[in-house]
């Protein structure tokens, strides 16, 4: 089997290799085409997203991240208030059956669904070959620089096709060689089978124009788009026959594309005149250049961390889906595959989640990548896990700037939580409320109708959860005063007015542990029935203790003392702690409920272990052990079972300090989940595509390696079968960038940076003594910017 750095040496195309030095961390390859879109290889700006099929006729599956079905609904449901306090005391009088019937008759969203992500179209080029599979073919992306490649040879001529996204550029550019001068035709149209306005092809200036308009679906005011490819030919023949561009015997052909919509643009006049901005800017500048300004822009990201969990061996230099195969029969011989997948969650977050033209969004179910028109859920912002889990690994793999589109979208959610925290729950104190899903435009009404899933009034905290890590992580005062305290103080507020006091708490309800069902017992109504509507589930609690934890500690930074604090900290005194039922474990619901499904995917009432701190170990052992207990048993009963839900359990041990069970779930990740371009699946290669699970490992393998919940702690969970290895980069909250490298299962030295100034309390691998600069250390070192801390063991 050839490696793909020497094919490509071998075709000597007049082109500048894309690929670094081959690296089986680095570089996810393949010897045939995609023959589906989940071996497709993905690329992306943040807005704009490609995904290379690399068959004979080429398919790039196109994406621009705010098209989406239609305008915005308000949902709300007029009946919602009116039943709020009827549920609220059949619940609470023991009538659990009739509460969640009530809710569900009046509070559901009419109609019950947001609008969904939805598809853009793809780039087709003809190259009039017959096959692309055989030939010496390679197919490959580089995750240190972003470039996809496509090489094959076809009657004795190399041909080349190169992809970048390039995020300063605001445009997607590709290069199409040959290895013989003028041996390069190619037919390029861009497809699209619904809602097109108009699909034209031109030539102006001696460059091919291919320019798709289209509505996003067929709802009244939809999404409205132009799509432009520019086609620039070095030698040849370019002409149109009027819905495609024609190329004949081109040593290269170049092709730059962009596409603006109604989303950001008032106007078709508006967006295509910004088309138009970006493309001539592109043509004028040349592939080279932007090209180059490709990789500057993403390596200068991908290359901030390097991680080696050991070498594979000859088992690396295999194919990306070859390794995949072989992993589910032999994990150990192939560490680099845990590497790679590692590093491929950090490409996927680059790639699909910059600050843009405003509105930027943020990473959605699929990330930025999707084929239908109407996705698996939505391919929706889903709150009860999903969207957050997209950026568990953002601050500590050192991508703290794709986090800004995730404010970006809080802005918007929160101005329509007001609207609807008024509309269905009569808050009119300047809180906001967020459901379990949300779409482009905030929508924030709840979602669907299910007993399990839909009354949740907790997206807003689980979202703040990551806003207040954004700014642990980089200690930006001016982020946290100006973009982040208004969305804390605003979803805090709303539950200072939703709350009711229950038993001597305050409390939720109706509402939710996200999406498990419970079996109502004897004297709770309809004995047997599953039910999930309830009174202050213990995710909730979790959610609040750590919610009004944030503000009182935003309020201590930010040196403010008014009643947004001084309510946090009386209304957490009020949030009941989590409960340990009579086996041990931490309790899901409020009393002691068989669970319908004992090994149910959501770990919700383990947050407080993670993402929360209120469970973690060094925060307080009784409940750790406790929710230890909990996901033992989750697992035990066959947890785990979708992608995402498999990389939480990863992050969980890992804050238990167990090495042994994340290396042990993240090999069975690999073995079960990935498709054959490493695209997390629900359940399996056959299965729907999710980003989530992607971001879940990136975070898990982090998490082994690194916390800082409360103090620094290094190598916390290092597994026995990871003994040698090393990364550099990683961040630690206090804004802390720590180098380690580690030998026979220890600590050898570490090297950690003081970006803020932070002083810095250190644990090294649960406790052992270590040196700080020479000196033994003594509890918390204070630190000056830009100085480096060297810790080796004693
Ligand atoms: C090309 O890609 C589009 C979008 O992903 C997909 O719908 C279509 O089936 C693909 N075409 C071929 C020939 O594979
Ligand atoms: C939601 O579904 C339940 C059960 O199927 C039904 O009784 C209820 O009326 C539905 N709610 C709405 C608003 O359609
Ligand atoms: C594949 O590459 C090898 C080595 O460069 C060469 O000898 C062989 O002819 C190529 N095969 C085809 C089908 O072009
Ligand atoms: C596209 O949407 C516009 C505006 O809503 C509408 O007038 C037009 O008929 C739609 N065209 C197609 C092809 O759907
Ligand atoms: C232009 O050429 C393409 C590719 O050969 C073909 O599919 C299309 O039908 C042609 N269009 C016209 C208007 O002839
Ligand atoms: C503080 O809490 C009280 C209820 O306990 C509420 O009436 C008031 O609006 C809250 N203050 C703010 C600023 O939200
Ligand atoms: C539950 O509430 C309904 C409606 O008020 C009532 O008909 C039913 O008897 C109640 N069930 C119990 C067990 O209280
Ligand atoms: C905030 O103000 C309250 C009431 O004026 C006062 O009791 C409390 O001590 C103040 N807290 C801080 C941290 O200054
Ligand atoms: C740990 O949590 C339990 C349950 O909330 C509580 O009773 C106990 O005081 C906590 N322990 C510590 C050390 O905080
Ligand atoms: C993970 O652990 C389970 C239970 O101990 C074991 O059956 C399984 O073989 C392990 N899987 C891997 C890949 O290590
Ligand atoms: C896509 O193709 C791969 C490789 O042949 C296959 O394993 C997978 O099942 C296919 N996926 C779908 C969704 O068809
Ligand atoms: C720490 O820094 C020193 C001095 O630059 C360097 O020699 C050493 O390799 C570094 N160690 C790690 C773990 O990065």
């Known amino acids: 089997m050839h490696l793909p750095s020497p094919t490509l040496l071998a075709l000597s195309l ?19 085409p995609a023959n589906n879109f989940t071996s497709s290889l ?151 089978d619904r809602y097109v306005v108009g699909n034209t092809a031109r030539v102006v200036d001696g460059e091919g124009v291919l320019t798709l308009t289209a509505n996003s679906s067929a709802q009244t005011d939809p999404i409205r788009f132009t799509t432009e490819a520019r086609i620039v030919a070095d030698g040849g023949r370019i002409t149109s026959n ?77 194919p990306t889906d070859t390794r995949l195969v072989n992993f589910r029969s032999n994990p150990n011989s192939d560490p680099e595959l845990v590497s790679l997948m590692f590093n491929f969650g950090r490409h996927s977050l680059i790639s699909s989640s910059r600050a843009s033209e405003s509105p930027a969004l943020p990473a959605n179910l699929q990330g930025l990548w999707n084929q239908d028109f109407d996705p698996a859920w939505g391919g929706r912002f889903t709150i009860d896990i999903n969207l957050e889990m997209n950026y568990w690994p953002a601050e500590v793999t050192n991508l703290a700037d794709t986090f800004s589109p995730f404010i970006d979208l809080m802005d918007i959610v929160q101005a329509r ?63 946290l005063r100006e973009r982040i305290w208004p969305l804390l103080q605003s979803a805090a507020r709303f539950y200072y007015c939703h709350l009711f006091p229950f038993e001597g708490y305050y409390s939720t309800g109706p509402s939710i542990s996200p999406e498990a069902a419970f079996i109502v017992p004897d004297d709770l109504s309809v004995a047997g029935n599953e039910e999930g509507i309830d009174i202050a589930p213990t995710m909730d609690n979790s959610l609040l203790y750590e919610l009004f934890q944030s503000v009182i500690e935003t309020c201590e930074i930010l040196q403010i003392n008014i009643t947004d604090c001084t309510n946090a900290t009386s209304y957490l005194a009020k949030i009941k702690p989590p409960q340990i039922g009579s086996s041990g474990r931490i309790l899901e619901w409020r009393l002691d409920y068989e669970e319908a499904d004992p090994g149910h995917r959501h770990m919700s009432p383990i947050f407080g272990l993670f993402p929360g701190y209120q469970m973690a170990p060094l925060v307080n052992e009784t409940l750790a052990t406790a929710a230890k207990a909990f996901l033992d048993w989750r697992i035990a009963h066959g947890s785990g079972s979708t992608g995402w839900s498999r990389t939480w359990t990863m992050n969980l041990y890992a804050r238990l300090f167990n090495g042994d069970q994340v290396w042990n779930h993240t090999q069975i990740y690999l073995q079960r989940f990935p498709s054959p371009n490493l695209w997390n699946t629900d359940s399996g290669p056959d299965t729907v595509f999710q980003i989530d699970g992607n971001f879940g490992f990136t975070s898990g393998i982090a998490e082994m390696l690194l916390q800082s919940y409360d103090v620094v702690h290094l190598l916390p969970a290092l597994p026995t079968a990871v003994p040698d290895g090393h990364v550099f980069g990683l961040v630690a909250r206090g804004n802390f960038v720590v180098d380690m490298v580690w030998e026979g299962g220890v600590l050898s030295q570490a090297n950690i940076t003081s970006r803020s100034g932070s002083s810095l309390d250190l644990r090294v691998q649960g406790g052992v003594n270590f040196i700080v600069n020479g000196e033994a250390y003594a509890g918390s070192v204070s630190t000056d910017v830009g100085k480096v801390y060297t810790v080796v063991p004693m």
């Open 14 to 32: 007049p082109i500048a290799l894309a690929f670094s030095q081959f690296n089986p961390s680095h570089v996810s390859w393949y010897t045939t």
């Open 42 to 192: 993905p690329i992306g700006n943040g807005r704009l997203g490609a995904s290379i099929w690399g068959t004979a006729i080429e398919n790039v599956t196109l994406n621009e991240n705010s098209i989406w079905s239609g305008p915005f609904i308000n949902r709300v449901n007029p009946r919602s208030y009116g039943a709020l306090w009827p549920a609220r005391s059949l619940l609470a009088e023991g009538n659990i059956t009739k509460g969640g019937e009530v809710t569900l008759d009046n509070m559901v969203g009419i109609p019950d669904s947001p609008q969904s992500y939805s598809a853009l179209g793809s780039l087709r080029l003809d190259f009039g070959h017959e096959e692309a599979g055989t030939g010496n073919y390679t197919r490959a992306l580089d995750l240190r620089t972003g470039v996809v490649g496509v090489e094959y040879m076809s009657r004795g001529v190399g041909f080349r096709r190169e992809y970048v996204a390039s995020y300063p550029d605001g445009v997607v550019a590709l290069r199409l060689s040959s290895s013989r001068p003028g041996g390069l035709d190619v037919v390029c149209s861009l497809e699209r």
């Open 242 to 318: 009027g819905t495609a561009v024609v190329v004949r015997g081109a040593s290269t052909v170049d092709l730059f594309l962009d596409t603006e919509t109604s989303y950001r643009y008032a106007s078709r006049t508006e967006w295509e005149a910004e088309v138009k901005k970006k493309l001539d800017a592109a043509s004028s500048a040349g592939y080279g250049t932007i090209k180059a300004n490709a990789i500057a822009d993403y390596s200068a990201l991908s290359q901030r961390v390097d991680l080696d969990l050991g070498s594979s061996g000859s088992a690396g230099n295999l």
């Open 417 to 479: 939580g007001l609207a609807v925290a008024k509309s269905m729950y009569h808050c009119s104190n300047g809180g906001y409320v967020l459901h379990h899903n949300t779409d482009l435009w905030g929508d924030a009404a709840p979602v669907d109708n299910g007993t399990t899933w839909t009354m949740w009034p907790m997206g807003a905290a689980w979202l703040s959860a990551n806003l207040i890590e954004h700014y642990r992580f980089t200690r930006d005062e001016t982020v």
